[in-house]
C-alpha cells in the first residue's frame, strides 16, 4: 500500500500496510479532487506551472486547479509500480494516437495495483455511426465527422497554426467501440472488461471524478489491473 505525501520538492511515498492505494485521475482537465492525484497533459498547465512565468500568465481565466499537475500517461506518470488502485479518465483516450493508447494502457497496468479498478469514458463510435446510418438528413456526414471531431472545419495557418497542431491534444486521433477497445485492454493484461455506466462502480471514490453529461451516449468501461 502507499501514502502520499505532498511538500513543495514534489511527491514522497511511504509504504503503509494499513493504507489502501491512491486514486489517480489523468486527462482531468478542471475536475481536480483533492482525494485524487489529478494529471492532466495540456501545454497550458504546463506552461502555468513553469516557476516564475507561469504565475504572470493570465490570459487563460479558467486556470488548472492548483492541485492538477502535468503528466502524460503515454510518456509514463512518475509513480511507482501498483501505487493506485482506482484509475479515470474522462475523454482522454480518444486524443491518443493508436501507439499511444498502446503505451498508456501499458502505463495504466503499472501503476494499477492487482484487483485495482481502471474506469474510463470515450465517445462511442458505434452510436455515432448507427446516428449516421439512420440519418436522412443530407448533412449527416457532416455530423458524423463532427462528433467524431476527425474533421476540420478550417485548417490553421501560419506560426500560430504549426504551434497549435504539434503541441495541442484537442482534436480526436481513434475513435472506439467496446469490443475493440475491450480487445486493446486484454491484450494490456487486464482482466474482467465491462461496459460500465455512470456511476455504477463499486469503489465509491469514483463518484468524486465522474461527471454525467460526460457519459451520455459514450462508451463507459471498467476492468481490473
Known sequence: ????????????????????????????????????????????????????????????????????????????????????????????????????????????????????LFRAVVPDLAYLVSCYRESTNPDAAIQFMKGTELGWNTRSRGVRGFVTESLGNSRHRWMWDYLSLREELLQAGFKGVRRASFGDSSDVRFRQVEAEDRWENALGIECAG
Open 1 to 116: 500500500m502507499v501514502r502520499l505525501h505532498s511538500d513543495r520538492v514534489g511527491i514522497r511515498f511511504e509504504r503503509a500496510c494499513d493504507l489502501p492505494g491512491l486514486a489517480v485521475q489523468f486527462g482531468c482537465g478542471w475536475c481536480a479532487p483533492h482525494e485524487w492525484l489529478n494529471y492532466d497533459s495540456s501545454p497550458t498547465l504546463r506552461f502555468e506551472r513553469t516557476p516564475l512565468i507561469g504565475r504572470l500568465y493570465t490570459r487563460n481565466a479558467n486556470r488548472f486547479p492548483e492541485n492538477a499537475r502535468f503528466g502524460n500517461i503515454a510518456a509514463g506518470l512518475p509513480l511507482p509500480d501498483a501505487c493506485c488502485d482506482a484509475l479515470y479518465a474522462s475523454h482522454v483516450l480518444e486524443h491518443l494516437a493508436l501507439d499511444e493508447l498502446r503505451a498508456a494502457l501499458q502505463e495504466c497496468r503499472r501503476l494499477l495495483m492487482p484487483d485495482g
